[in-house]
């Protein structure tokens, strides 16, 4: 079993694109009805690879996920059966303070959203702000990929997006 301890953040600045190592398209969507249960199951496409992801649903910067490599084809098959929207982004990799930020910039939507994340060894690791950081939103749900499914970011209203 894995743990995922990971914090989100909004951007304050475009700064961070002078640092993007890599950047790969994705597309994912969820299996799991986008119901209450105590999981998500969700199927990703990133480049030409796959993967079936469960993670633990609970608000906050720690929870359980497992992750299996998929055929690319089984995971096209699998978005068609997906409930709810799909999730269209552009994930760009930078390191900054011996770090790797995922920076997930989404499309279709959600157009107009970038978040950034950082995974962490513990929860209380101490780790350098970049200067384009803005406001963490790690406790706020409506942020997670899941709930961006379901509740696009253009569905949102102005002061959510503030």
């Not at 640092?19 to 998500?40: H, N, P, T």
């Not at 996920?65 to 995971?75: G, H, K, N």
């Not at 939507?109 to 209380?124: C, K, M, R, S």
């Amino acid at each position: 079993m894995g743990i995922e301890i990971e914090r989100k953040f909004l951007l304050a600045g475009d700064d961070w694109r002078a640092f993007v190592e890599k950047s790969v398209r994705m597309a994912q969507g969820y299996l799991d009805g986008g119901g209450a249960g105590k999981a998500s199951v969700r199927v990703r496409i990133a480049g030409e690879s796959a993967w079936l992801n469960i993670k633990s649903r609970q608000s906050g910067t720690t929870r359980q996920e497992f992750e299996y490599p998929i055929p690319l084809v089984d995971a096209q098959a699998l978005l068609a059966l997906c409930s709810g929207g799909l999730i269209d982004k552009t994930r760009h990799h930078v390191r900054h303070g011996g770090f790797l930020w995922e920076i997930d910039e989404f499309t279709g939507a959600n157009a107009g959203l970038i978040v950034a994340e950082i995974e962490l060894p513990t929860a209380d690791t101490e780790f350098a702000r970049p200067n384009w950081l803005g406001r963490e939103v790690s406790a706020a749900p409506r942020y997670y990929n899941h709930a961006l499914a379901q509740r696009p970011y253009a569905q949102w209203a102005p002061e959510e997006k503030a």
